[in-house]
């Protein structure tokens, strides 16, 4: 009579600690994300400085040669309209390298976030799904198959 109460025990106790490993795993992705997010809009903030360094350039040139003649109000105002929208945009995604900066923070329950200048940024290799031993120790399949486990332990 005790030695399945037993076991049920010793199952739950299991799960407990899968559990506790799954919040580890998922908190851990939680910051890789958020890094990953920061290098990513980093670069692109990269990308769109030298970018808006070329539209200021193409917005001179359009201004001299509206002043010369050659070229009509319209080609300078959508000229200098487009170099406005990208600055909007780095606006934009630099307020986005902060909103993750500030997740990184709670995440990491830091106030003060030293100054991230590792900005390589390189997609993230998956793992193969084909490997059923590497399936077998994700913490998430571990739980659900202790779930089991658990289930079977409570019939009666």
């Known amino acids: 009579m005790f030695g399945p109460k ?17 919040t580890k795993q998922e908190i851990i992705m939680n910051v ?18 030298e970018e808006d360094s070329l539209l200021a350039l193409n917005v001179k040139a359009v201004g001299l040669k509206y002043k010369t003649g ?19 945009l780095i606006k934009q995604n630099k307020a986005s ?3 993750e900066k500030m997740k990184l923070g709670v995440l990491l329950q830091i106030k003060d976030l ?5 900005t390589k940024y390189e997609a ?3 793992f193969d799904i084909s490997d059923s031993l ?13 779930n089991i486990k658990i289930a079977e332990g409570q019939q009666p």
Not at 32 to 49: A, G, S, T
């Open 97 to 99: 390298v902060e909103i």
């Open 6 to 22: 037993k076991s049920l025990l010793a199952e739950n106790a299991k799960s407990a600690e899968l559990n506790s490993n799954l």
């Open 114 to 118: 030293p100054v991230i200048t590792d």
């Open 124 to 126: 993230i290799e998956l």
């Open 32 to 49: 890789r994300e958020v890094w990953n997010n920061i290098l990513y809009f980093q670069h692109l903030n990269d990308i769109l400085m």
């Open 134 to 146: 590497a399936l077998r120790q994700n913490p998430s399949i571990q739980v659900a198959l202790q």
């Open 70 to 88: 050659e070229a009509n109000q319209l080609e300078n105002i959508m000229s200098i309209t487009r170099k406005g929208e990208l600055e909007q």
